[in-house]
């Protein structure tokens, strides 16, 4: 069948050929007649034919949170812009508008050169025009052919909570920032892009899409319509609504204003943040636009520091909460027996060297209860000498220390858990000792963690360990699953520990109960040391209120003790995020 | 040793045509993106690059297709590619259209393909030794297997797409050896409304019509009833008009009068129109366009490419375009006819109609002898569902055309 004969014959050729000739001798004479015999016509057309487009700025998303109250909002700004080709005696016009509008040539011609782009794409020239400027420019419209003006939204932050530090910032992109940019098709340069905190994270999502206004113009570049009908219209960024709880920031903001450090909290089982600061930290109406140079060169040479987010950058040692660390393994692998009793006499002797005990003479005789509500050194000394340093190590890596916690924001560290391997390389494989261990056991020495690991390490305890990763966007909950599970003994006696910590006569962190009726407050506090002055003052714990457990981690740089100094600020924490829950459970139960 | 062997059959110059259009493509697609503020996506140019090893492995895949292979499953394909133009129906409308398969990373226009398929299956049907090329109903079948497919695609609704699929069927019936008068009586219909607007021309043509018919001697059953349904479809084809889009009346009518309505789809002839015209002789250079880049054209690198190309590089660059484009379908028409089977020969004249057809309607459109269609210059234009199929029409044709069997 395939092999059928060609029976085509030389007349249909030609027939064919014949077509085709006719066919593209049209097209050719046509596009001679146009290119060639026209030429005049359509240049002269092409001259005066101006339809202009301009990119219309799309609004980020708003944030939101947790009662969709708006934390960070836009605010319409107007710009002024030029497309090169048509802005011809540039020098002249740019000198109009400085006389017109009492704008400094000088920072004109800077915008020019730093916004230009191509002939055919607009330039800006000046930002955040008053109302009175733009009536100006349009009574001048005629002299200032090819100028346009256009909106442009800022971030504008409503409320007084500061939050910068998950929130984040925007800033405008620049010629050096869009070469690094990944996909710089998506922005030009003076476009907004999320910088930092949640604004860079959720930097897909709260972009939105550029529209495009289009204008005719006549021969001089002035605007004589705008084709509104062609207009595509901006698609602003969708809306995020947050976890946090803006009360409790607020309130957390304000105690914690005269000091440095970090208090965190959050739902126990959901992880989503209900309050993140990290003081000092900037007003965010610094951040709504009018920052000058000047100011920020004086922000970041601040030694304070204000720009650090201590909750997921600064690194710490634990100091006593690390204590409960040792308890995992010792508790599940039964290397020690919760009854078992040591006597403390305030030093304990390892090798050559004395250890000694916060408590001067000592805490007497404590078992492992008592070892944790009083925070006995020498209960840990003793107790670390039945685990080996890979197994204690192990264990602080399966509760999440040595890792980032993945929480939605940019930039996390890790921290440092010593192993062997790390001592070995930093002191030589005979340069440390088993010794070491016993700083380890109490949180001291070469461990360093975030304030955000020790919220996940609440959760972590307080759930059984069935909690979810920590994050800030509501709804966005994914499971944290940790590679090694304990028993329900182990987490049992754990919890128990460190609820004596609270309800102990002598508990170290008795001053973290507000004393709420059916609130269960548990937790452990922790004094490190460090070579910067002043212990820094630890408070991690949570409290339980009906099916509700609320965690919370207080960091006081250089505070001094943890039970003093952080346990209040745990306190005022419970007291403000339950009592409203009571109200309402009051109210509810009346009505 | 043996793939080797058949591309050293392959006609080479076919081959090194197409890749200079697509380059001639780049080079357009390129000067667009310099100065192009791209609203959250990817530059047509790095897209139609990105295009381009895709685009060879399928011309490969369809050269090493062996013949018999086509002629065999000619119907299955068919087949699937009814299904494949249908099944957009199904999904959502993309831009208010049907036009795509939705794979998540890739949209996929099944039409593209549908044009070749229906070549491959009327030269299958028409290549037959059974075939008798005496009897006027012989052409019903080929006529419902372009039909078929052209009309849901209509649907979709694309009437450019639909247009193509139909083109070939003419010409391949003509190649196929059949009376001319048959030719004729496929054409009249499409004549008659065409002039049922002018009541001068339609008379003109009712008169032609008998002429012929008295010529060619039909029956004069056959003859009589010919040529009063022609003249009925004239009288009716008002009321044709009226079952259109209005977009698609828009689109015609404002063919012969462009100035009627100069926001609307004239806008984009009349811009492209000047763009071209301002180029003259050399041409504003590469980047300089000031039509293209001050965004008076519409979808330029895709329907209007050529309006870019002819503004910036000028009336001599658009002549060796076209002498290209020449070689190109002469060099296809020529294998057509030198080819030792019917069913080849078919394939290539069918093949060489969609090329013809999609060069001849683009460029016609950009200067106002047709209407906007929105049909993409082949190996030029970006785009990818049709960039890939030019690939694999020219790795059929390249099959087709060397004279050996498998």
Redesign the interface.
């Known amino acids: 069948?395939?092999?059928?004969?060609?029976?085509?014959?030389l007349g249909?050729?030609r027939?064919?050929?014949g077509v085709?000739l006719f066919?593209?001798f049209?097209?050719?004479a046509?596009?001679?007649q146009?290119?060639?015999l026209?030429?005049d016509?359509?240049?002269k057309?092409?001259?005066g034919?101006?339809?202009?487009?301009i990119?219309l700025p799309a609004p980020r998303g708003l944030i939101l949170d947790r009662d969709e109250n708006i934390l960070v909002d836009n605010y319409p700004t107007f710009i002024l812009s030029a497309i090169p080709?048509e802005f011809n005696d540039k020098e002249k016009k740019i000198g109009l508008i400085s006389d017109l509008m009492g704008i400094s040539t000088d920072i004109m011609e800077i915008n020019y050169s730093n916004y230009y782009r191509?002939k055919?794409?607009p330039v800006r020239l000046a930002k955040n025009l008053s109302f009175k400027q733009l009536s100006i420019l349009e009574e001048n419209k005629t002299s200032l052919g090819g100028t346009y003006y256009g909106k442009l939204p800022k971030r504008f932050y409503t409320d007084h909570l500061n939050g910068i530090h998950f929130l984040g910032y925007v800033g405008e992109i620049n010629r050096k920032k869009i070469n690094q940019l990944r996909?710089s098709?998506?922005y030009?340069i003076g476009d907004f892009i999320g910088w930092s905190g949640i604004e860079k994270y959720y930097e897909e999502l709260l972009i939105g899409?550029?529209g495009?206004d289009f204008f005719e113009v006549n021969a001089i570049g002035e605007i004589v319509e705008n084709?509104s009908d062609?207009t595509v219209q901006p698609v602003p960024g969708s809306n995020l609504k947050l976890s946090i709880h803006s009360k409790l920031q607020k309130s957390m903001e304000q105690l914690m204003k005269d000091n440095s450090g970090s208090v965190l909290i959050s739902n126990a089982y959901t992880g989503e943040i209900l309050s993140y600061v990290s003081s000092p930290d900037l007003s965010t109406k610094k951040l709504s636009g009018g920052t000058t140079q000047k100011d920020w060169e004086k922000i970041i040479a601040d030694s304070d520091t204000p720009l650090l987010d201590r909750n997921t950058s600064g690194l710490y040692p634990p100091g006593s909460i690390f204590k409960l660390i040792t308890l995992f393994p010792l508790l599940e692998e039964n290397k020690i027996y919760s009854s078992w009793e040591t006597n403390c006499g305030g030093t304990y002797s390892f090798g050559d060297r004395v250890f000694n005990c916060w408590k001067e003479g000592g805490h007497g005789t404590v078992n492992m209860e008592n070892a944790v509500a009083q925070s006995c050194n020498i209960y840990f000394y003793q107790a670390v000498q039945s685990l080996t340093l890979e197994k204690w190590s192990g264990t602080c890596r399966n509760l999440g220390f040595g890792y980032k916690t993945e929480i939605d924001l940019p930039e996390e560290k890790t921290g440092l858990i010593p192993d062997r391997q790390y001592l070995n390389n930093k002191h030589g494989k005979w340069g440390w000792s088993r010794g070491a261990m016993l700083n380890l056991a109490l949180g001291q020495g070469e461990i360093l963690v975030t304030p955000i690991q020790l919220l996940q390490f609440a959760n972590i305890v307080a759930t059984n360990g069935k909690t979810n990763k920590l994050h800030f966007r509501l709804g966005n909950t994914s499971e944290l699953l940790l590679s090694e599970s304990y028993s329900d003994k182990t987490w049992r006696l754990i919890q128990k520990f460190i609820r004596s910590t609270i309800t102990h006569s002598k508990g170290t962190g008795k001053l973290a109960d507000p004393h709420i009726r059916d609130l269960y407050i548990s937790g452990k506090t922790g004094t490190a040391q460090n070579p910067h002055g002043e212990p820094h003052a630890w408070f991690f714990g949570f409290g339980k209120y009906k099916e509700e457990i609320l965690s919370v981690v207080v960091l006081i740089e250089n505070g001094g003790h943890g039970g003093e100094v952080s346990a209040p600020i745990a306190r005022q924490a419970f007291e403000i995020y339950f009592s409203d829950k009571i109200q309402a459970h009051l109210s509810h139960a009346i009505n | 040793m043996q793939l080797i062997k058949k591309f050293q059959d392959a006609n080479l110059i076919l081959i090194g045509i197409a890749l200079s259009l697509f380059i001639i493509g780049l080079v357009g697609l390129s000067s667009i993106a310099?100065?192009h503020?791209?609203?959250?996506?990817?530059?047509p140019f790095i897209k139609q690059s990105i295009f381009l090893l895709p685009g060879i492995i399928l011309f490969f895949i369809m050269f090493y297709m062996p013949?018999?292979f086509y002629?065999k499953s000619a119907y299955w394909i068919y087949g699937f590619s009814i299904l494949s133009v249908s099944i957009p129906f199904i999904g959502k409308t993309i831009a208010g259209t049907y036009r795509w398969l939705d794979f998540g990373f890739i949209g996929i226009q099944p039409s593209e393909y549908a044009k070749w398929i229906v070549v491959i299956v009327l030269a299958r049907y028409l290549?037959?030794?059974n075939l008798n090329l005496k009897k006027m109903v012989t052409l019903i079948i080929p006529i419902l297997l372009a039909l078929i497919p052209a009309t849901i695609v209509l649907r979709q609704p694309d009437l450019g797409s639909a247009i193509i699929i139909l083109s070939p069927l003419i010409?391949m019936i003509?190649?196929s050896?059949v009376r001319p008068y048959f030719i004729f009586l496929l054409i009249a219909p499409l004549i008659s409304i065409l002039t049922a607007f002018h009541p001068l021309s339609f008379t003109v043509w009712g008169i032609l019509m008998l002429v012929i018919f008295y010529i060619s001697q039909p029956t004069l059953v056959s003859g009589v009833i010919s040529y009063f349904s022609y003249l009925l479809l004239g009288l009716l084809s008002p009321w044709l008009w009226s079952l259109l889009n209005t977009y698609q009346q828009r689109r015609i009518i404002t063919m012969f009068n462009p100035e009627l309505d100069p926001?609307g789809s004239a806008y984009q002839v009349i811009?492209s129109?000047?763009?071209?015209?301002?180029?003259?002789?050399w041409g504003k250079g590469w980047g300089q366009g000031?039509?293209t880049?001050?965004?008076?054209l519409p979808v330029q690198e895709s329907d209007f490419i050529i309006s870019v190309l002819?503004?910036e590089l000028?009336?001599g660059f658009?002549?060796i375009l076209?002498i290209l484009f020449?070689f190109l379908?002469?060099g296809i028409?020529q294998l057509?006819?030198e080819?030792?089977?019917?069913?080849?020969?078919l394939v290539l004249?069918g093949i060489g109609t969609i090329l013809?057809s999609h060069f001849?309607v683009n460029?016609?459109m950009a200067?106002g002898?047709t209407p906007v269609k929105g049909l993409p210059l082949p190996f030029i234009s970006a785009g990818g569902s049709f960039l890939l199929s030019c690939f694999m029409m020219l790795g059929l044709i390249v099959n087709m055309g060397r004279n050996t069997?498998e």
């Open positions: 069948m395939l092999k059928a004969e060609n029976i085509i014959q249909q050729l027939v064919v050929r085709l066919l593209f049209i097209l050719i046509r596009y001679f146009i290119q060639i026209n030429h016509i359509y240049h057309k092409a001259e034919n101006r339809i202009r487009a990119s080709i191509n055919f794409l996909d098709h998506s030009t899409e550029k495009i084709l062609k | 310099v100065h503020e791209y609203l959250n996506k990817t530059s013949k018999p002629h290549s037959d030794n010409p003509y190649w050896g926001l811009q129109q000047t763009a071209i015209g301002a180029g003259g002789f000031t039509q880049h001050l965004k008076f002819g503004e000028g009336f658009l002549m076209f020449a379908i002469y028409v057509a006819y080819s030792n089977d019917r069913f080849s020969s004249i013809f001849f460029t016609a200067v002898l069997f």
